[in-house]
């Protein structure tokens, strides 16, 4: 039995690199008039792409770096992912050019995404099976909290200095995780060392999801219906198509389909991909709304937004003692529910008139509890019955979903609102993100309500540390 005080350390390490990867998919957000304006000869078009690039890299190679990750060393990965993020946010953040930033951009993204299906692989062996449903779920939260603290963050890093620190301050956060890292984390990985992932799947893979993100990103500008949305989405269609198909005749895919056929982790995937749409949204459109209908700085607006993240990670501690002892659609399902409700509450209450304690702050708390109890719900149902040689696999594939749901969520309330948003399209876009939230509880409910199923085929292996030696479920196998 590992001590506990070893435990929540492994737990802080992989934490603190998950909310690296999450906190800069908005934290740019709020830079990018800065960015504008220092590159004010770029067109609009171009400078977007230093949004862009680095949700649709992290989106495409998030399931091939964790099926790496899991042949080829779970730590390695994990340090190989630190050294590239960290590496290229300095790059970033010295950028002479556009096209510059951009091409760091990418490289980060590709770092973001060996971190966080490798940080989920370590942490879970050092926890005992009856305590992963809570390491999961926090684990889970971190990342939603990170999203949501980056228009806070952004803003009072851009008010002390400029944009270029919005980059700078991963090099603080990685040397905080780097040298802990180097004597608490262990090596995991699958028991078929010698196995390689198919690089035929990976590239259709990554190309499909890329280019599924490209049309969805783009659509608002070219236009939903534009021959180049059209091409984009129907090879991204064929590709996938053409992934799934060799993922059934190949001796080592990339991803093993019949992991599918375990329910919780089937609807964990739906349940975040339907939140993260509504989530991401939320965050851009609350930004929006205080800057340009209440015309408030950047910087008030940052600060504004700041109970959501503190409320998120509040319900995130709650969820995790709950999943322990109940499940995940406990958490998952409340958690839709209040997400969906806070943002009823934005569409009714919110008016013309700065109104910020009645108003706002009431909305903003209960989609923060929304937030920590949906994500740590989902995060948790994704693993609870996977074997731990595919955790950093189903991690991957998981946040897959839910990096598509915000690209998907930022793209549709972009259409939304249009270029100079009023309140009624606000108004308008909140219900929608409504929807999604309610939706996404609805599904919660599908999922298992104990973590029997979880015992029935680790009891063998409950103590085990080396999680490549744990068998995969029937379920998976089937």
Same mark, same amino acid.
């Given at each position: ?288 709304? /205080?800057?340009? @209908?209440? !015309?408030? %700085?950047? #910087?008030? $607006?940052? +600060?504004?937004? &700041? =109970? ?95 990096? /598509?749901?915000? @690209?998907? !969520?930022? %793209?549709? #309330?972009? $259409?939304? +609102?249009?270029? &100079? =948003? ?57």
């Amino acid at each position: 039995m590992k001590q506990p005080d070893r435990r929540w350390r492994v737990f802080a390490v992989t934490a603190v690199a998950v909310f690296m990867a999450f906190l800069d998919v908005t934290i740019v957000n709020v830079a990018f008039p800065s960015v504008r304006e220092d590159f004010a000869s770029s067109s609009l078009a171009s400078l977007s792409w230093v949004l862009n690039a680095y949700n649709i890299v992290f989106a495409a190679l998030l399931v091939p770096a964790g099926r790496l990750a899991d042949l080829l060393g779970r730590r390695r990965m994990f340090f190989w992912g630190l050294g590239v993020f960290v590496g290229a946010s300095a790059l970033c953040g010295l950028a002479p050019s556009v096209e510059f930033l951009i091409a760091a951009r990418v490289v980060q993204a590709a770092g973001a995404a060996l971190l966080v299906p490798t940080s989920l692989g370590l942490l879970l062996p050092e926890f005992p099976l009856e305590r992963r449903a809570s390491a999961t779920a926090l684990w889970g939260a971190v990342g939603g909290i990170a999203a949501a603290t980056g228009p806070s963050l952004g803003g009072l890093l851009i008010a002390w200095g400029d944009w270029r620190l919005v980059f700078f301050v991963n090099l603080i956060l990685g040397a905080a995780a780097w040298v802990p890292a180097r004597r608490l984390l262990r090596e995991t990985r699958d028991p078929d060392r010698g196995a390689v992932p198919d690089a035929v799947g990976i590239a259709l893979l990554a190309g499909g999801v890329g280019l599924l993100s490209l049309a969805i990103v783009e659509a608002p500008d070219w236009g939903w219906g534009s021959p180049r949305v059209l091409v984009a989405g129907v090879v991204a269609g064929l590709l996938l198509a053409a992934f799934v198909r060799r993922s059934m005749v190949v001796a080592h895919p990339v991803l093993e389909l019949s992991l599918f056929r375990v329910r919780s982790f089937a609807a964990a995937c739906a349940g975040v991909f339907m939140f993260s749409l509504g989530f991401y949204a939320v965050l851009l459109a609350n930004i929006l709304f /205080l800057t340009g @209908v209440w !015309g408030w %700085s950047t #910087l008030s $607006a940052g +600060v504004a937004v &700041t =109970p959501g993240p503190l409320m998120a990670a509040l319900s995130s501690a709650l969820a995790g003692r709950v999943i322990d002892r109940y499940g995940p659609r406990v958490s998952a399902v409340p958690g839709g529910v209040l997400f969906a409700l806070g943002c009823v509450v934005f569409a009714v209450g919110l008016g013309p008139e700065s109104a910020y304690a009645s108003e706002f702050l009431p909305a903003t708390l209960l989609t923060g509890a929304g937030v920590g109890l949906s994500f740590a719900g989902f995060s948790s149902a994704a693993v609870m019955e996977l074997p731990p040689a595919r955790f950093a696999t189903g991690s991957a594939v998981s946040n897959c979903f839910r990096q /598509l749901g915000a @690209v998907l !969520g930022i %793209s549709v #309330l972009i $259409a939304v +609102v249009g270029a &100079t =948003p009023v309140l009624a399209d606000f108004v308008s876009a909140y219900w929608l993100m409504a929807a999604c939230g309610l939706t996404a509880g609805l599904i919660g409910v599908t999922l298992g309500r104990n973590r029997g199923t979880v015992r029935s085929w680790t009891s063998k292996s409950a103590a085990s540390t080396t999680p490549s030696n744990e068998p995969v479920p029937s379920a998976a196998r089937s």
